[in-house]
């Protein structure tokens, strides 16, 4: 057999008016994996909503006998109608369905299951469908053709299916993924010179026009995830709060200060260059550059950030359980949680590169992280091109 063995497809479909302009989404998943292998987003003129909905769930089949036909499927939509009439509980009376019914069930192999889900876990498939009638897509798109633009939001709002995939039938609740897209700030004069430049006890810079333009060009790209957003934290440094507040005014949010999230302290290195720090402490360098657990005078470990960064991580994990949230913080703890994501020893740290104003996505579910995205930057933006940092 070729392809996937069983497959689901999301269907959503909706119309603004009641009848009025109408459209549908629908997501064909690997049910194994829970990777998208096509999706679709279209118009279908002046409909009703059952009329919408119906017509997702026929361009999900139809995709499913197109990249799958040899894959056994389950159909999951947040319409109680459709999944009941097709599921043969409720009888179809009005004349609009019978039709739309009928073609469902010619392109639905023998054994296609229908699920009711929550509209929560049918958010792909709605977000198709209102970008079909905002004009912004039409049509199926297959995987490998996603716009770069595109995979932050598939990201962040299909966290970790291949966990939840694993996790099915293990018997616990299955809950739903708390998201976590990491910010750093934006680049400061300390940062183009590359500067030691820790947390509140720090010379605390704030961002350069060139930071504000990065961060804007963020905001930019977060723009439609701003309806899932369910909070802006921000670490209480000068630079991180004037990053926060770019973005939380583009999202419609306050921002939430976590002084978990704040840079490592460097104490009396802070401002001075790596150049500055090995001519004026070069022991010192060499024991830091050597032990998780050495502070520069006046400073903090690694290990006592590690500690600081991971109870601010629990906090927001049961503060916003199954939310997602933007954090905007710093290369060190960020750094941090990616290791303990991925469940890496601290030392990970030191082999990771991160990009001032880059985008970063961690979910957990049950317990257990996902690292959906690392150090992406906006796909095709000016004020990151030809940047050394």
Do not use: C
């Not at 876990?121 to 996603?146: F, I, M, P, Y």
């Not at 996790?167 to 004069?189: E, F, K, M, S, Y």
């Not at 790596?274 to 060499?286: A, C, N, Q, R, S």
Request: a negative charge.
């Amino acid at each position: 057999m070729t392809g996937p063995r069983s497959v689901i497809i999301e269907a959503d479909g909706g119309s603004r008016g009641n009848p009025g302009p109408a459209g549908y989404g629908a997501v064909l998943r690997d049910a194994e994996t829970g990777e998208v292998l096509a999706e679709d987003g279209s118009t279908i003129g002046v409909a009703t909503n059952n009329v919408a909905e119906y017509s997702g769930l026929i361009a999900g089949l139809r995709m499913a006998e197109e990249y799958a036909p040899e894959a056994d499927i389950e159909v999951r939509m947040d319409s109680k109608l459709v999944v009941e009439q097709m599921s043969g509980r409720w009888k179809i009376k009005h004349p609009d369905m019978r039709p739309l019914a009928e073609e469902a069930n010619r392109l639905a192999p023998f054994g296609t299951t229908y699920t009711w889900v929550p509209r929560e876990q049918n958010k792909h498939a709605d977000r198709l469908a209102n970008e079909a009638l905002d004009g912004k897509r039409s049509g199926v798109t297959v995987a490998g053709e996603v716009d770069p633009a595109e995979s932050l939001i598939e990201e962040v709002e299909s966290p970790a299916p291949s966990i939840q995939a694993q996790t099915q039938g293990w018997g616990r609740n299955a809950g739903t993924p708390t998201t976590i897209v990491l910010v750093r700030h934006g680049v400061t004069p300390h940062t183009v010179e590359k500067r030691f430049s820790g947390g509140l006890a720090s010379a605390n810079p704030g961002l350069s026009d060139e930071g504000k333009a990065q961060i804007r060009a963020v905001a930019d790209w977060l723009a439609p995830l701003a309806d899932r957003v369910d909070a802006v934290v921000a670490s209480p440094v000068r630079r991180t709060l004037e990053s926060a507040e770019i973005l939380a005014e583009r999202l419609g949010h306050e921002i939430e200060v976590e002084p978990g999230f704040a840079e490592m302290e460097f104490g009396v290195w802070d401002g001075l260059t790596f150049t500055e720090v090995g001519e004026k402490y070069p022991d010192d360098l060499t024991a830091w550059l050597g032990s998780l657990d050495f502070a520069p005078q006046g400073g903090e470990s690694f290990r006592t950030v590690q500690t600081r960064v991971l109870d601010g991580l629990a906090r927001v994990l049961d503060q916003h359980a199954g939310k997602t949230v933007v954090v905007v913080s710093h290369v060190t703890p960020i750094k941090t949680l990616v290791a303990h994501a991925v469940d890496a020893p601290l030392e990970a740290v030191f082999r990771m590169e991160l990009t001032p104003a880059s985008v970063t996505v961690l979910s957990w579910f049950n317990g257990t992280a996902s690292m959906r995205m690392y150090n992406a930057l906006p796909p095709g933006n000016d004020v990151f091109a030809g940047s050394k940092w």
